[in-house]
């Protein structure tokens, strides 16, 4: 039996209310950097405030 592997990523932020949500996105980029990630994290952050 073949072993494969699927990438994810996962975004985890939490509420003022103390509880948390994620945000998983399924084959993230082969090239995605921590930049790119924070970028989006810090729209995510300004949209829902």
């Known amino acids: 039996m073949a072993t494969t592997t699927n990438k994810v990523l996962r975004m ?3 509420t003022q209310s103390g509880s948390t949500f994620s945000i998983t996105l399924p084959t993230p980029r ?3 950097t921590a930049a790119e990630v924070e970028v ?3 729209l995510i952050l ?3 405030r």
Do not use: A, G
């Open 12 to 14: 985890v932020f939490s």
């Open 30 to 32: 082969e090239d995605l």
């Open 40 to 42: 989006v994290i810090e």
């Open 46 to 48: 300004s949209n829902t």
